[in-house]
T-cell receptor, first 116, second 116 residues
Framework: AQKITQTQPGMFVQEKEAVTLDCTYDTSDPSYGLFWYKQPSSGEMIFLIY??????QNATEGRYSLNFQKARKSANLVISASQLGDSAMYFC?????????????FGAGTRLAVHP | EAGVVQSPRYKIIEKKQPVAFWCNPISGHNTLYWYRQNLGQGPELLIR????????DSQLPKDRFSAERLKGVDSTLKIQPAELGDSAVYLCASSLDRLGKENEQFFGPGTRLTVL
């Protein structure tokens, strides 16, 4: 069975600093996708970044980068130059296969607080 | 482009009452998902539609929950009768049937259900 583990219930970071949010996963499927979503207090899930299991390069999207270590089954999210607006819940998720039509398995989330 | 639309945003009912949630996905998205997010947890899939067909409803409590997606566009999720444990945020998402990065699921703002 697939499983996502986020071991950090909460994280604090100073504005303009970088922060790493941890995510480990467990699956026996050779093909899978890894996602990070941001959920602000408004409740909407906002897609941040995607990494496919066969991708050779670590994914990057602006200030977001994904540190993908396949052998360790980890997919940590790195946010550079934190902003106050980054304060939110962050969820790591996994899909079976790289198709978009599969369900996402989510972790429990990490609450990030950015301080001025 | 309009995002995923859900209504109502909030609903408060007494236990044993029925309740229904409505979702309008992004135009052209053939896959629609209903997730339930309990407080302090990540979303969990209830049901997934490909066009009009429910292709994954293994997590849907079928004794009290039902869903439909007529004409492969809008969808309705119903609970009858509601129980105290059904209090949660119900999220609707939609996606294209694509591979890789283009398979991201777009989420609506959710409906926050409180059962008294």
């Amino acid at each position: 069975a697939q499983k996502i583990t986020q071991t950090q219930p909460g994280m604090f970071v100073q504005e303009k600093e970088a922060v790493t949010l941890d995510c480990t996963y467990d699956t026996s499927d050779p093909s899978y996708g890894l996602f990070w979503y941001k959920q602000p207090s408004s409740g909407e899930m906002i897609f941040l970044i995607y990494q496919g299991s066969y991708d050779q390069q670590n994914a990057t999207e602006g200030r977001y980068s994904l540190n993908f270590q396949k052998a360790r089954k980890s997919a940590n999210l790195v946010i550079s130059a934190s902003q106050l607006g980054d304060s939110a819940m962050y969820f790591c998720a996994m899909s079976r296969g790289s198709g978009g039509y599969n369900k996402l398995i989510f972790g429990a989330g990490t609450r990030l607080a950015v301080h001025p | 482009e309009a995002g995923v639309v859900q209504s109502p945003r909030y609903k408060i009912i007494e236990k044993k009452q029925p309740v229904a949630f409505w979702c309008n996905p992004i135009s052209g998205h053939n896959t629609l998902y209903w997730y339930r997010q309990n407080l302090g947890q990540g979303p969990e899939l209830l049901i997934r539609y490909e066009n009009e067909e429910a292709v994954d409803d293994s997590q849907l409590p079928k004794d009290r929950f039902s869903a439909e997606r007529l004409k492969g566009v809008d969808s309705t999720l119903k609970i009858q009768p509601a129980e105290l444990g059904d209090s949660a945020v119900y999220l609707c998402a939609s996606s294209l049937d694509r591979l890789g990065k283009e398979n991201e699921q777009f989420f609506g703002p959710g409906t926050r259900l409180t059962v008294l």
